[in-house]
């Protein structure tokens, strides 16, 4: 089939939005924030990834509105007023929490408390880690790229920053390689379905 986009994303037969089903599997960005009171903000965004490697940079889509207002994300405001961000890495024994991130709370409201998340204190930037993934990423926001608006007038936008520090489990170290196994990530699929791993294997590059 073949279906264009200008009326949506859920063309017969399909009865949701088949579009986050298109692109995948797609890494999870678990982004804690800091508001400019101080209060630790924490949300996974699918629409997230790795953009360049010298210097690293990474961007996360804080898209639509808070549920039932007209009020930016949380994730945006807050990176926006205080210019720092963390990444944290979603694992498959993570993924409870991290669903838990994904309610619209009031932003007084700690969400790494709010999931039983312990933060551990970053070294470059304010905003805290989540202390039970192995892999995270201190950035520097770097700035705010406006996607075109949804068609019921809600922003899309793409939050670019700058890596400037990187923690790394030891337990995930092996043979001066990150040993995938060992950090067991969770991917985000279609609707709400989640996967894990699958075979790992090497390709030779032709030059
Ligand atoms: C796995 C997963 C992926 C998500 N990806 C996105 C995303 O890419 N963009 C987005 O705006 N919301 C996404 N959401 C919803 C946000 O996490 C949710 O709106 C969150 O509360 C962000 O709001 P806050 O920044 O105000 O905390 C996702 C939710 C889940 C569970």
């Not at 073949?2 to 678990?30: C, D, H, Q």
């Not at 608006?149 to 170290?173: A, F, Y």
């Not at 001066?176 to 894990?196: E, H, Q, W």
Request: charged fraction near 20%; charge should be neutral; aromatic fraction near 8%.
């Amino acid at each position: 089939m073949f279906f264009e986009t200008k009326n949506g994303m859920k063309p017969p037969p399909f009865k949701r939005s088949v579009y986050t089903a298109l692109v995948l599997p797609r890494p999870i960005g678990w982004i804690s924030t800091l508001s400019k009171g101080g209060i630790i903000n924490l949300a996974p965004f699918s629409f997230f990834n790795a953009v360049s490697g010298d210097p690293p940079c990474v961007i996360y889509c804080p898209n639509g509105w808070k549920t039932g207002l007209k009020e930016a994300k949380d994730s945006l405001v807050n990176v926006e007023e205080t210019g720092e961000f963390v990444f944290s890495i979603c694992t498959f024994e993570l993924r409870e929490q991290m669903n838990k991130t994904s309610a619209h709370v009031p932003s007084s409201v700690d969400e790494m408390a709010l999931a039983g998340l312990e933060a551990a204190d970053c070294k470059l930037v304010a905003p805290p880690r989540v202390k039970a993934s192995p892999i995270a990423l201190e950035c520097k926001y770097l700035q705010t790229v406006k996607l075109p608006e949804s068609r019921d007038k809600s922003p899309n936008n793409i939050v670019l920053g700058q890596v400037i520090g990187v923690h790394i489990s030891d337990e995930v170290i092996v043979d001066g390689m990150i040993d995938v196994r060992k950090v067991n990530p969770l991917s985000r699929l279609g609707y709400l379905d989640y996967a894990t791993l699958g075979d790992v294997f090497s390709i030779n590059r032709p030059d």
